[in-house]
């Protein structure tokens, strides 16, 4: 099975090439087999090398501390109007109907974009709308880039028109939005990219994907 296209939001208008996404995927092991229900499983899975993030409370992630369980990663920034708190929200809806004792080991994580404006402090305020367990992680864009380039993250930064700085921030933060993409991404236990899935509304496919991957032996 091939590796579906990567879709993508605008919080704003996305009008960007999609070739250097293209590329970014085409350097993605061959896809395996469908997920449960949905969704791409990578055959064998994608060794990361480029995780190095600063989570919600200063301390740091890396491929070492997110051993042990598996992660859903999601790319999105905390001022994002629609897509974010709406693939969120769907994400917590996953994790209260995982079974109890698959629930803990599966943990969901939200990675800025932002970073300039993403700060520990703001996105622990942010992911704790959704759960107790969400993680928050950003870090500079220099240090945050290895690991968009290995995933084939797209993300872009927009200035809208003047009239519309008000409703994208505030008195004392920069006026832009960030387009991005809205693919879920799934690591193993060993933090390897193990599953893909382009469409985050598909939270049944994704609730019965964890469910067996996390339930196995």
Do not use: N
């Amino acid at each position: 099975m091939g590796m579906r296209q990567p879709r993508h939001w605008a919080c704003g208008v996305y009008r960007r090439p999609l070739l250097a996404l293209l590329a970014a995927l085409l350097l993605l092991p061959t896809a395996g087999s469908a997920a449960p229900g949905g969704g791409t499983v990578l055959s064998p899975p994608k060794s990361l090398t480029g995780i190095d993030l600063i989570d919600q409370h200063g301390a740091r992630l890396t491929a070492g501390t997110l051993a042990g369980q598996w992660t859903v990663l999601f790319f999105g920034f905390t001022q994002c109007p629609d897509v974010c708190p709406t693939t969120l929200a769907r994400l917590a809806g996953v994790q209260r109907r995982l079974p109890e004792g698959i629930r803990p080991k599966v943990r969901f994580m939200l990675v800025s974009v932002d970073p300039m404006r993403d700060t520990p402090e703001r996105l622990a305020e942010y992911v704790g709308r959704f759960g107790q367990d969400f993680v928050g992680a950003t870090a500079p864009l220099g240090q945050l880039a290895p690991l968009l380039r290995e995933l084939g993250v797209s993300y872009a930064y927009t200035v809208p028109p003047a009239g519309e700085h008000a409703a994208h921030a505030g008195h004392d933060m920069p006026a832009y939005t960030v387009t991005h993409s809205e693919t879920l991404y799934v690591l193993d236990p060993q933090a390897r990219l193990y599953a893909v899935f382009t469409d985050p509304k598909d939270d049944y496919a994704l609730l019965r994907g964890l469910s067996a991957w996390a339930g196995g032996p």
